[in-house]
């Protein structure tokens, strides 16, 4: 990448409030509001050009200094914020608004890009330029700039694990988590799937939100997991989490495990849960030290 090809885009994007300011001065031609307008106009344009002179010498240092791709934008939040509006304008229809993926047509979580050890910014910046071949994801001709600034926003968007050692001891915690988690829980092949597989959820969550999903699991229910109860025409009632549903149709995963499909025109009801059902594990049953047994057991390839 050339540091001048990204300056002039950087360029263009500092001063894209000014321009637009300054347009708007243009239309209101009369007396003091242009006045103001055109002084704020002055302003931003004195900012804007400031800020441009420091930020190219910053790209041109980072770029000699370091002589690789690194992001050059790294660490300014405009630059995920503006990356952010590409990001809605050109990839949600794939990717989904909040970037977690479309599974009909396998287009990824990009919320887990960063979980995986092998990503980098400049990898990112590579299959968003390229494309991956053999997929319908495209190739991209958008100036460096703007590609970094979606690096910029998929990165803050990024879950990350967590990253220090838990002070606790997975042998024991192994047992608890048969005793406890795995009738709904799956660790590598063992388990149940009433709710998600735990195998890598400690390098996609943070030690405060796993605490948090064990003491009060309805504060924030896992997606694809909602937990619906409805009643069929032989008045039974099923309890479950939601599998697929639209406006015909619904289908459960019910809390014995089986996946049944219902269509709704058949149901005497469907009643949104607000409870996951998951129960609630407090320090009574199961302590500090023992949650963080299980925790280190989930971090273990044990
Ligand atoms: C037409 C649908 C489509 C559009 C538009 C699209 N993508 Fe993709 N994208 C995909 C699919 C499908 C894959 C999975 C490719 C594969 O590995 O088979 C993918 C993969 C990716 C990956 C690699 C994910 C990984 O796990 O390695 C990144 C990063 C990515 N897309 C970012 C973007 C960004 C940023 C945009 C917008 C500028 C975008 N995509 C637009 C469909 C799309
Ligand atoms: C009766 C079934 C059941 C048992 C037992 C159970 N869970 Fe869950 N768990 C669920 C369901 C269903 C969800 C998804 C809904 C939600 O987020 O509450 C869930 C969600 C979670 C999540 C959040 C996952 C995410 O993607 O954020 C974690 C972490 C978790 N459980 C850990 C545990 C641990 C640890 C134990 C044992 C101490 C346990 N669960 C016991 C059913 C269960």
Redesign the pocket.
Known sequence: MSTYKASFAYFRYILAPFSVCYDDASVHIMGLRKKVENSICRLKSYLATKSFCLISALLFLSQSVTGQEVNPLDGDPRAARVGGS??RA??A???GADAKGIDS????D?TL?YT?SG?SDES?FS??RDG?S?????A?TFPDTEIWM?VSY?RSIGLSGISTEVDGDPVPGELLFSQNCSTCHRKGNQGGALGPNLSRITQVRSLEVLINSVRNPSASIARGYKPVSVITEDNEQVKGVIKREDAFSIQIMDTDQYLRGFSKMSLRGIAYEEQSWMPVFSESELTKQELNNIISFLQSSL
């Open positions: 590409i990001f050109q990839c229809t794939c990717h047509i396998d287009a990824p990009l890009l995986d990503t990112v299959t968003i991956v053999g997929s319908i994801m495209p991209h979606l998929l």
